[in-house]
């Protein structure tokens, strides 16, 4: 049995516009840069045993993302081998930390179960005091559904996200939530700020001009028993610190 | 962190931004403040097709070294961001430090192929620098070309304020200096130009030249205006293959270029002297780099990038005489770690087939072969070595080996061509297909073989034996793929053959831009009037614009395609001395009609001009 890595990096600045599988092949090579014994599937064109927890769509920064490698040895402690990446990687992407998962983790991918998120106005696109946001996020939050349009690839079907946005809050201007990520009931923030304008603010949402920044702070797995009560767990917590 | 020259807004609504955002790893950061000279480095192409060049690579590292140069990059928007840009009045920026390119030293442009010339006029405006070089003034950047279409460079003469005729390794640091120094003393734009014409080996400023024309359209007389500026200009070479330039750590693209690995150039230049190929001939002598240095370039390069893949570049690897030794290297040691090694232009051998089978899977793989023309007779006319049986015993043992794909390529409207040198490509294609169910008996097949022929239609070169020889109407060459398309169908085996050929409409612009005089920058500019860019991409080429752009400016496609030249006649770049000589050239020409081969500059001495210049290869014996 291999050793499984989980990485967890950040994406800022203009780096938010490189699109996913651009940010895979970036650490990919970033990873053979840096001198990672990680493990190779057979044949041919040996590929990296890696694994990307949720994608974060182009023009999101992130500050808590994760990817997972398998690895045919470990050199060094999580500093070390976090230093070695970070020695190789270019503004705007930081690998904040590297965990060793014990065996019955599953991996980054199918852990995913939520994200929070901070949004903020892009600069004065929209004139509201932090007050007024504050108090219309609140009654925003407080209805008993929200029913949106949801947009897959096939159609498009009526919604009721309520019970898919564990938080929302704002203070100061800055409006943070937690929201259900992953590969059953993904919902994305710019849904939430979209019918937040729409109703509240009886605005239309625009991307030109942006009205709002998003940023995806952390990600989340969910550790409760069946029956039980949601209980997160930040996916880098999941992992333990390898010890030089 | 930079801040981009682009707002969200656009960065969002354009297809791939991570095009125009730098910060790719290896990117080389300066503070432009602190530098002399800055210099903007564009290949007039999609990001994704400049980032694969190497030359460019070579350059950027090459001036970086310099503590007083800032090589930047920048490559030709895609049309939406061409859209907003001029829209919004936004100058086009480099990527390094996200600032109009107007404001540089200098903007250097490679010019690779001629479909890519109006792409330059799409660069030089949305930089907002003047199309014509005779229009700018003190403050533009001194706009400069390179790469091999400038063995030809009088149909963009009037959009560029030099040309570097020759290999970028060995002149930008002297010029450099001499830009410094002018600029120290005040010199003017006019006088730099000059001065560097007049100093500097290589390099051709074309508005210290005058052309002028006979009654017939052909070229009179072509003079430097100056006694003090060369009348010939001698194209540069870097002698050393071993001892210069070379980037240790490329830099490394996010999004997947055309070219996404690293490109190890194990040689320049080629021994073969094929009488259709310009690289063949301006890249003369050919000049291999010594082993110890590639394997040394090529641990460092995947190291400092992660690539996944190593190419081998050449003209023709099979020929570098220590191929085994590095081939054998890179399996031993960067293959095992997972590192694939792609091997193009090897020659079909034991050694290449021995290789090929560790490093590609043969199922998927295919063999390629250039016999470029389908009969013995033409392929002596074009002195193409390969012959019928050298190709069917590389296919036999390769079928033994387990492939079953073949590829052949081709070229239609070569000197001399017969309607039965055009069928002989079918039956070429028959014989190889044949020869595998000959080979291979039934039950260790692996499917029918797939031997599939292109062919491209022959565009007569500068500084080629075949500079002389005359073109097609597109309608010709529609009717010459047709013969072999019949031919194909009529074959036993057709069912395993497949044929592709090109479109011609591409192929008699390049006829004209390839050879064509100062009097095609017209028609450049007009097409770029009505529309015309990314002329090379299939989907945005539009031959109607460019039909319309010849109409409205009186010059004749005939004019330049269709005559055989004279032996005579003065050839719009005859100014350029390319190391073969012309006199090389015409006796390559006459053997071409006699069908006689020329030997390789191995086997034995062709007196191509290079000979007293010193290289290696020229003087072993």
Known sequence: MRDKIRVKFEKTGMMKFIGHLDVMRYFQKAIRRANIDIAYSEGFSPHQKMSFAAPLGIGLVGMGEYFDIEVYSIQGSSEDMKNALNNTMVDGFKVVSLRKLPENVPNAMSSVYAADYTVTIHGDNIKLSPKELSEKIIAFYNQDTIITEKETKKSTRMLDIKPLIYSLTSVDGVTKMCLSTGSTDNIKPELVMQKFCETYLGIEYTEDPILFDYQRDEVYTNVAKEGEAMKLVTLEDMGEVIEG | ?621
């Not at chain 2, 792409?119 to 620098?129: H, K, T």
């Open chain 2, 1 to 621: 962190m930079i801040k981009p020259a682009l707002r969200d807004e656009i960065l969002l609504k354009i297809e791939k931004p991570v095009r125009y955002l730098g910060n790719e790893v290896n990117m080389v950061k300066k503070d432009p403040t602190n530098v002399d000279i800055r210099f903007a480095m564009c290949f007039p192409d999609l990001y994704e097709i400049g980032m694969s060049h190497l030359g460019i690579q070579i350059i950027y590292d090459m001036l970086n070294r310099r503590d007083d140069i800032y090589c930047e990059r920048v490559y030709s928007p895609g049309l939406d961001l061409d859209k907003i840009l001029r829209e919004e009045n936004i100058p086009l920026f480099s990527l390094e430090t996200q600032e109009p390119v107007k404001n540089f030293d200098f903007l250097g442009i490679t010019l690779q192929y001629e479909m890519c010339y109006t792409n330059v006029l799409q660069i030089l405006e949305l930089s907002q620098i003047p199309l014509l070089a005779k229009d700018r003034d003190d403050d533009m950047p001194i706009v400069i070309g390179g790469g091999p279409c400038v063995y030809n460079p009088e149909p963009v003469a009037d959009f560029f304020d030099i040309f570097y005729i020759g290999e970028g390794e060995t002149r930008y640091y002297q010029m450099m200096d001499l830009y410094k120094k002018c600029k120290s003393e005040g010199l003017g734009r006019k006088e730099i130009l000059k001065k560097i014409a007049e100093e500097i080996p290589g390099m051709y400023v074309p508005a210290l030249y005058e052309v002028t024309y006979n009654e017939d359209g052909t070229i009179s007389s072509f003079e430097p205006i100056y006694d003090t500026v060369p009348s010939k200009v001698k194209k540069e070479i870097e002698w050393n293959m071993s001892d210069t330039f070379y980037p240790e750590k490329p830099l490394v693209p996010f999004i997947k270029a055309t070219q996404d690995r690293v490109v190890l150039e194990i040689q320049r230049g080629c021994i073969r002297g094929c009488r259709f190929c310009q690289a063949g001939m301006i890249y003369r002598p050919v000049r291999e780099r010594n082993v110890e240095f590639l394997k040394k370039l090529a641990v460092s390069m995947l190291e400092s990038t992660g690539h996944e893949e190593i190419s081998l570049s050449s003209l023709s690897s099979s020929d570098y005489s220590q191929l085994k030794e590095l081939v054998y290297f890179l399996i031993d040691e960067v293959r095992t770690k997972g590192v694939n090694i792609s091997l193009p232009s090897l020659r079909i051998d034991a050694f290449s087939l021995d290789v090929m089978s560790k490093v590609q899977d043969i199922k998927k793989s295919s063999l390629t072969f250039a016999p470029e023309a389908g009969s013995q007779r033409l392929r002596n006319v074009i002195n193409k070595g390969l012959t019928e049986e050298i190709i069917l015993n590389g296919a036999a043992e390769a079928f033994r080996g387990g492939w079953n794909k073949v590829k052949l390529y081709f070229m239609l409207g070569l000197p001399t061509e017969t309607e039965e040198d055009m069928e002989e490509i079918a039956i070429l294609s028959d014989k190889i297909a044949r020869l595998y169910y000959d080979t291979v008996p039934k039950e260790e097949r692996h499917g029918k073989a797939q031997i599939t022929a292109s062919t491209s239609f022959f565009i007569p070169k500068p500084f080629t034996p075949f500079q002389w020889a005359r073109m097609y109407d597109k309608e010709d060459y529609i009717g010459k793929a047709r013969v072999v398309n019949a031919k194909m169908k009529s074959m036993l085996n057709h069912k395993s053959l497949k044929y592709n050929w090109h479109e011609a409409d591409v192929t008699v612009l390049e006829g004209v831009m390839a050879r064509g005089d100062r009097r095609v920058s017209k028609v450049i500019l007009e097409a770029y009037r009505l529309g015309c860019m990314f002329d090379a991409w299939s989907e945005s080429f539009s031959n109607d614009k460019w039909m319309q752009a010849f109409e409205n400016t009186g010059i004749s496609i005939d004019f330049y395609n269709k005559r055989e030249r004279d032996l005579d006649e003065i050839l719009p770049w005859d100014f350029i001395d390319a190391g073969v000589t012309k006199e090389f050239l015409k006796r390559e020409w006459k053997r071409a009609l006699e069908e006689k081969v020329t030997p390789n500059c191995r086997a034995a001495c062709a007196n191509c001009g290079l000979k007293p210049l010193g290289g290696a290869i020229c003087n072993e014996r």
